[in-house]
């Protein structure tokens, strides 16, 4: 992510909830922090349909964070 | 470990953190890689995000990292960043 | 001879700074209790090990912070204070000074009359160092950047815009501090406004900057006149960045202050390899791109720049020059250091290695001079002569002041305004139709400034084109070294 966004490349990664303090520690000793989403934990014993549902809930902040536009 | 701390050379008129590089205006119309980590279902999670970007607009590209325990190998980051205009990394937990 | 900190905070009465590790210190300890015994106030600090000495209550200076407030250097210290003060110090052991300063007769029976005593624990490196941050830093006033436990420091500085695209030297508090001891200016002083962004540039911004560019302490006092004749209205650094043009601020050091930090005024002086040389110009630029916020794709909007862009700073060479400094001749009092800035514009050698007489040699230098920025172009632009050491020969030879030269170069710089009018040659540019009458000169008054510097072996001089002068442009500013 950080080697992307060094050649200018915006980046964003989706993340579960539980992700973010393993995130912030990761973003500190880089000195960097990269632009997150964060859906809600868990992750991995969703439905398929769950998992869209999830999709459905991210991308307006994927949006917003790989673009000027505001949020919505 | 103690913080390594310099000292700023600049007027301070900005953000100390590192900025994260420009955004375009909008999305609209440029090509955004979705490259999956390769952890489980999170290709279901992305193929979501492909139909909901494309019909925004968007020229998705699919991307995936052969394992999710390393970095992605320096030829796909080459490839991304030569094809797209944008990236998102999904899907950790 | 120790300068001591006049005022040190330690009580009336005696102060001795031991440790247990400095042999003179183990044969004095007896000497100490004998002065308790004898009622001498006297307050004793161990550096190292808190029970040594044993008998005389003796206090844990084991963080050196009163050994270093009171600027001890060798163990035993003994001091006299009175109101506070220190009135009297002693280094080591000398009989003879301990009984005469305490008052106490028939000191230390059985040591010999003299013993050099043992560094002290605050002059080692790190300790030192430490010391030096942690008691000095809170004085300095820049934002702090916090780098990442896994951010590489090089790359850290690149990416944070910091660099001219070369690496910088990592500007830690304790580089800074080593720094600022470079001047007797207080660090909070402003120096310039700088502009774009017409930023108050503090001397510690400064000494900020010079870190990142691998200056020496010496050198602060010219990056710091550099940076205040570049911020002059006259000068216009503004203009100078904003420009499509090449220029770039060139520096150019008179007086004692350039031998003393070491600068290069002989062969390849306008080159690279010199260190004082090369990181004063790099400071200046880096200041005028960190602290005003000037930068190319942005108020830097040079089509081609030059690489002097990075750092072009030079001294004269005086010693050999037939003529006065440059610095002298634009009105500065002999024996005082200076830097002039000038708007540079890259580097145009010049070969004659077949004139004798100084009229031959002024005539190849003004058919090489005509060509500055355009042949057909007059007044508008500047330049900087760099005669070489075997030029200066055929002029001193010659008997030619620089005043004559100058006069010569005027003379066979005036060319017929038709020849010079657009259009003429059939080359559109030129000057106005309006300007074209009669002869016109290369250059307005004061506009060619000329120096002396290189190697001595080569018939080569050096021709620094300049930028526009006027209102708009920029005007050669010297500006004297204050240290």
Sequence with gaps: MTALEAQRVPAVFVASSEFAPAADAQGAALGFRPAAVYVAHPVQDRTDDEMRALADDAVAGVWASLSQASRG | MTPRQLLDPTSERGPADRPRTPRPESLQGLTVGLLDIAKPRGDVFLDRLHELLSARGVEVLRFRKPTYTKPAPIDLRREIAVRCDAVVEALAD | MVIYASHVGLPDGYAVFVKASCPTCREVAPVLRRLREAGVPVSVYTQDDP???????????????????????????????????????????????????????????????????????????????????????????????????????????????????????????????RMLEGTSRHPEEVVAVVPPDLVDCTVEKVAINAVLAGCRPEYLPVVLAAVEAACTDEFNVHGVLATTWSAGPVVIVNGPIAARVGMNSGGNALGQGNRANATIGRALQLVVRNVGGGRPGGVDRATHGNPGKYTFCFAEDEQRSPWEPLAVERGLA?????????????????????SRTPES??????????????????????????????????????????????????????????????????????????????EVSKFRPGGLLIVHAGGTAGLFSAIIGGWVSGALGSEPVTREVRE
Excluded: N
């Design chain 3, 51 to 177: 029970s040594f000495p044993s008998g005389v209550e003796a206090i844990d200076d084991t963080d050196l912070h009163r050994s270093y407030e009171a600027g001890v250097e060798i163990v035993p210290t003994l001091l006299r204070v009175t109101g506070g003060a220190v009135a009297e110090t002693l280094q080591g052991w000398l009989r003879a000074d301990w009984e005469r300063v305490t008052g106490v007769p028939g000191l230390g029976d059985g040591l010999p009359d003299h013993r050099a005593g043992c560094a002290s624990r605050t002059l080692d490196p790190e300790v030192a160092e430490m010391l030096a941050v942690r008691l000095g830093a809170r004085r300095l006033a820049a934002r702090r950047v916090e780098l990442g436990d896994l951010e590489d420091e090089a790359e850290a500085m690149f990416e944070r815009g910091w660099t001219d695209g070369l690496p910088v030297v990592p500007p830690t508090p304790a580089r800074v501090l």
């Design chain 3, 361 to 438: 040699l002024a005539r190849s230098l003004a058919a090489s001079l005509q060509a500055v920025a355009h042949p057909k172009q007059a007044l508008a632009w500047d330049a900087l002569l760099v005669v070489s050491p075997e030029h200066a020969r055929v002029f001193r030879e010659g008997g030619w002041s620089k005043a004559r030269l100058r006069q010569e170069l005027d003379g066979l710089l005036r060319r017929p305004g038709a020849e010079l009018a657009r259009g003429a040659g059939g080359i559109a540019e030129g000057i106005p139709a309006a300007l074209a009458d009669g």
């Design chain 3, 334 to 354: 002999p024996g005082r250091s200076a830097v002039t800035l000038f708007a540079g514009s890259g580097l145009q050698p010049v070969v004659d290695q077949l």
